[in-house]
T-cell receptor
Framework: SAVISQKPSRDICQRGTSLTIQCQVD?????MFWYRQQPGQSLTLIAT?????????ESGFVIDKFPISRPNLTFSTLTVSNMSPEDSSIYLC???????????FGPGTRLTVL | RKEVEQDPGPFNVPEGATVAFNCTYS??????FFWYRQDCRKEPKLLMS???SGNEDGRFTAQLNRASQYISLLIRDSKLSDSATYLC???????????FGSGTRLSIRP
């Protein structure tokens, strides 16, 4: 399976600021995804990061709040914009390859917004 | 109704016991199913895929019943290290739509 890293691993941010989370994979992957896991909850898909084009967002998530970049097949960023305490969560990237349905997750970024 | 539903537990069983979880899904277009394991404050890790014919990996057995739209996970001879949250996952549209269940917490006691 791919080795996935995320930076930062955790952060504490002030309300109204923005944080960009990076996801790096050690090999080229077709699919990259961003999830959110709020305290005590399961994972919710935010968007699919598409290489070379705009991300595909799930219902309830918009580009202005969660802009995503994917400049190549090994890297993606998720920005949490204009943060509020409700954005406190763990943000995880995951990767998958075409031809297989399996996804693997990065270690996550634990965000606390004060 | 949630697309993927699991009993949240917690299941608290003694070491060596057999424990089974069920998961139901509502979208008949779901194509693939998985069980993931998530330890406290860690990312989910793939435990096993679930096939219609049923599949076994050591002490773990997964079953899929498409007619009744449920997936099961059976853990035999449970170990202390099996304590975790088990997430049921359904996937359709060639990985463009992935739905996680809310997870079932399992605690194995000595």
């Amino acid at each position: 399976s791919a080795v996935i890293s995320q930076k930062p691993s955790r952060d504490i941010c002030q309300r109204g600021t923005s944080l960009t989370i990076q996801c790096q994979v050690d090999s080229q992957v077709t699919m990259m995804f961003w999830y959110r896991q709020q305290p005590g909850q399961s994972l919710t898909l935010i968007a699919t990061a598409n290489q070379g084009s705009e991300a595909t967002y799930e219902s309830g998530f918009v580009i202005d709040k969660f802009p995503i970049s994917r400049p190549n097949l090994t890297f993606s960023t998720l920005t949490v914009s204009n943060m509020s305490p409700e954005d406190s969560s763990i943000y995880l990237c995951s990767v998958g390859s075409s031809g297989t349905d399996t996804q693997y997750f990065g270690p996550g970024t634990r965000l606390t917004v004060l | 109704r949630k697309e993927v539903e699991q009993d949240p537990g917690p299941f608290n069983v003694p070491e060596g016991a057999t424990v089974a979880f069920n998961c139901t899904y509502s979208n008949s277009a779901s194509q693939s199913f998985f069980w993931y394991r998530q330890d406290c404050r860690k990312e989910p890790k793939l435990l096993m895929s679930v096939y219609s014919s049923g599949n076994e990996d050591g002490r773990f057995t997964a079953q899929l019943n498409r007619a009744s739209q449920y997936i099961s996970l059976l853990i035999r001879d449970s170990k202390l290290s099996d304590s975790a949250t088990y997430l049921c996952v359904s996937l359709y549209s060639s990985a463009s739509k992935i739905i996680f269940g809310s997870g079932t917490r399992l605690s194995i006691r000595p």
